[in-house]
């Protein structure tokens, strides 16, 4: 009766069972994945203040979204150095998730195929499966300098007749890898000679590692293939309640110009962002410092306490806010989550969750409130150094 585009099983993990139990057993639980920062312990008091929900202004449907909110947009680029585009090159949606709809939808027939970073975010595969479109994986590797950037040899490998479109993430999610000017020169000479898209998600754009040297690279300017950017208030104001994300359509001009007329068309089947929000977008953008220096100053103070406060060992990170602890064998990320989840209530994320290659890896949230996160890397070191002392195996460093 249902269609087979969604999961053969909607039943709970072990983990999730688990950790249901634990909850519902009244335990308390450090969660060091917590990523959502509506429950992160913020402060909101300019966007309690200043916008108005029950400002009900005459509603003018408009399939791009209102004006006034898409120049917001354009001045927002501007403020932050990322670039300097048009209104009329945006598109309004209710999320990100929705705008790979949307895009799924003008680029793909049923059949067709995406190809998306691994390790990344594992919403594509989802996504893509609703609109009857497969995934094929391209890897992120290691360079000499400790730096993830794409593994070229195996995203070639990948592109077949069926292939649409490249995905993304920038910087990503979780490994916090910005593109490099080199990597998008190969990335548009793949576009133009096999004829894809390129769709980057920047909703971290802004969330950059300070002591990380250069400039963020946002693609909204990229002229060389058809390139769709992605963004939204759910990372950049923190609010993903808000429901206001967009598309940025870049790239040659007849393809730009092709490619607008038919999002046009499907945006306007949907008129899917509430008339309220967009009327207040342009006072929205103005809460951005507010938010982010909070945000900022978390991720700073937790990735300092990772770093001289514990040996754990982690990563460098360019962007975003996750962090990458590298386990050390024979442990593996998923009875890694269990133990600790049994032993500890305590929850982290395991690499496989990202599409990592090898199961030798956990992930964790940098904005997760200062006291949890402390209380849960000493929760997880003492887990780590009692796992070795077991084994009378302790690496060097550890102890």
């Not at 069972?17 to 300019?46: C, H, V, W």
């Not at 945000?295 to 990772?306: K, Q, T």
């Amino acid at each position: 009766m249902f269609s087979s585009r969604l999961p053969e099983t909607l039943e709970p993990n072990d983990f999730t069972r688990l950790l249901q139990a634990k909850k519902a057993a009244g335990e308390q639980i450090f969660d060091l994945t917590q990523s959502n920062p509506t429950k992160a312990m913020f402060s909101f008091e300019y966007f309690q203040k200043n916008t108005s929900f029950g400002n009900c202004e005459p509603y003018e449907p408009s399939a791009r979204g209102m004006l006034q909110a898409r120049e917001a947009i354009c001045q927002y680029y501007r403020d932050n150095d990322h670039g300097s585009c048009d209104a009329d090159d945006l598109f309004l949606t209710a999320s990100t998730s929705e705008a790979y709809s949307f895009l799924l939808n003008l680029l793909t027939d049923p059949g067709d195929e995406l190809l998306v970073p691994a390790p990344s975010y594992p919403l594509f595969d989802f996504l893509a499966s609703l609109e009857n479109v497969t995934t094929a994986h391209y890897g992120l590797g290691l360079d000499g300098d400790g730096q993830w950037r794409i593994d070229f040899e195996s995203l070639e490998l990948m592109v077949s007749s069926l292939t649409k479109a490249i995905v993304v993430v920038n910087p990503n999610n979780p490994t916090g890898s910005y593109i490099t000017s080199e990597e998008l020169r190969r990335l548009n000479a793949l576009c133009q000679r096999h004829k894809l898209a390129l769709i980057v998600d920047e909703v971290f754009l802004d969330y950059k590692n300070p002591a990380r040297p250069g400039k963020p690279l946002s693609l909204i300017n990229n002229s060389a293939s058809l390139t769709f950017t992605l963004s939204g208030f759910s990372k950049i104001l923190a609010l993903p309640q808000a429901k206001l994300s967009w598309i940025h359509v870049g790239g040659p001009e007849a393809l730009k110009i092709e490619a607008k007329d038919r999002l046009e068309f499907i945006a306007d089947t949907y008129l899917s962002v509430g008339g309220m929000i967009q009327h207040g977008a342009p006072l929205m953008f103005a809460g951005q410092a507010a938010i982010q220096q909070q945000i900022m100053a978390r991720i700073e103070a937790n990735e300092r306490f990772l770093l001289t406060q514990t040996t754990l060992r982690t990563h460098l990170r360019e962007g975003g806010w996750y962090a990458i602890i590298q386990l050390p064998a024979p442990i593996t990320d998923e009875a890694c989550c269990l133990d600790l989840l049994e032993r500890h209530s305590l929850i982290v994320h395991p690499g496989f969750f990202y599409d990592f290659a090898e199961s030798s890896c956990i992930v964790i949230s940098l904005i997760t409130q200062e006291t949890v996160f402390r209380q849960g890397l000493v929760l997880l070191q003492s887990y780590l150094e009692s796992c070795f002392r077991q084994q009378s195996q302790v690496p060097q460093g550890w102890l």
